[in-house]
């Protein structure tokens, strides 16, 4: 069975601060990576996409993959509190789903 | 440029009803996925379609779920004698063209079953 792993939190940072998510997957065959954030009782929303190895950075946001290891980060530099919320890990193996890690509950402390 | 669409956000519904949740994707997208999410747990991938086809329903329970995406008009996911478990968040997502692109996803209908 295919599998996203993710630390399920809470990870606390203070304001400021640089948050670390990290995300581990099963299937090798997996070619895009995904990151959304998803608020309370709302819906998920996109981050950043990854679909090869190495950084890719979009503002304060820093993906980062590596295929070798099945390892997929999420750094959000200079942490806000309105980054709180919980961030979902997600990869599609080529297939026709994402498959969803349980997401890491971040909490930024003003 | 309007995002996925899906209605009703909230459905309320007795035990043995039928609830009907519709999805509209986004402008140019042709690629529809609904996935479900219990109460304090993840998403969950059911259905993929494209215009008059289902093309991988792997994710759907056997008995009482069923999707279509007609050729006009919304995509529809249909739950007929709705049970108590059945209540959860129901998202639709959208993709443009193939089913590794990014995926987008509508506000939900968040469906509680008394």
Redesign the interface.
């Known amino acids: 069975q295919k599998e996203v792993e993710q630390n399920s939190g809470p990870l606390s940072v203070p304001e400021g601060a640089i948050a670390s998510l990290n995300c581990t997957y099963s299937d090798r065959g997996s ?2 990576f ?1 990151w ?1 954030r998803q608020y309370s009782g ?5 981050i950043m ?1 990854i679909y090869s190895n190495g950084d890719k950075e979009d503002g304060r946001f820093t993906a980062q993959l590596n295929k070798a290891s099945q390892y997929v980060s999420l750094l959000i530099r200079d942490s806000q509190p309105s980054d709180s919320a919980t961030y ?1 890990c ?1 990869v ?1 193996n ?10 890491t509950r971040l909490m930024v402390k003003p | 440029n309007a995002g996925v669409m899906q209605n009703p956000r909230h459905l309320v519904r007795r035990r043995g009803q039928e609830a009907r949740l519709r999805c509209s994707p986004m402008k140019g997208h042709s690629h529809v ?1 609904w ?1 479900r999410q219990l109460p304090e ?5 059911m259905v ?1 379609l494209q215009k008059e086809n289902i ?2 329903e ?2 759907m329970p056997k008995e009482r779920f069923s999707a279509e995406f007609p050729k006009e008009g919304p995509s529809i996911l249909r739950i007929q004698q709705v049970v108590r478990g059945d209540s959860a968040a129901y ?1 639709c ?1 959208s993709s443009p063209q193939r ?2 692109d ?7 209908t968040r469906l509680t079953v008394l």
């Open positions: 070619q895009s995904f959304y709302k819906s998920p929303e996109l996409s979902l997600a599609n080529a297939g026709n789903m994402l498959t969803f890690g349980g997401g | 996925y996935y747990e993840g998403l969950k991938f993929y093309i991988d792997s994710g998202f997502a089913s590794t990014t995926q987008y996803f509508g506000p939900g």
